[in-house]
């Protein structure tokens, strides 16, 4: 069974926001203290919560056990941003008009 992540109409929630709106604010964790749970340094976390970070699978799965997420959560979250920030691209919206279909022989 496969399911299609569904790209939404709207850009999706970043990861910046994510951490910052939803686990650091209301759980009263500063930037310094989820570095220090995640063995990395606090310049890791800042570029995450500031979107300059792209989540990989190793930080997904580092998120995923100190917030008790999993680290799909994390990885489909950056997926969809990802998506979402390529299809609004007007320099990627003429390369994918220009593409055309291969067929096979």
């Known amino acids: 069974m496969t ?3 569904r790209l939404p109409a709207h850009q999706p929630t970043s990861i910046g926001e994510m951490l910052t709106l939803e ?3 209301p759980l009263d ?17 800042n570029e995450l919560c500031n979107n300059k970070r792209a989540i990989t699978v190793e930080t997904a799965l580092i998120l995923a056990k ?5 680290p799909e959560f994390w990885i489909n979250l ?6 979402w920030n390529t299809q609004h ?6 390369k994918l008009e220009k593409a055309t279909v291969l067929n096979a022989a």
């Open 23 to 25: 686990f650091l604010e």
């Open 29 to 45: 964790i500063t930037q310094g203290n989820l570095a220090t749970a995640m063995g990395v340094g606090r310049k890791t976390v």
């Open 78 to 83: 950056q997926t969809l941003n990802n998506l």
């Open 66 to 70: 100190v917030l008790s997420t999993t």
């Open 89 to 94: 691209n007007e320099v990627l919206l003429d």
């Open 3 to 5: 399911s299609t992540l």
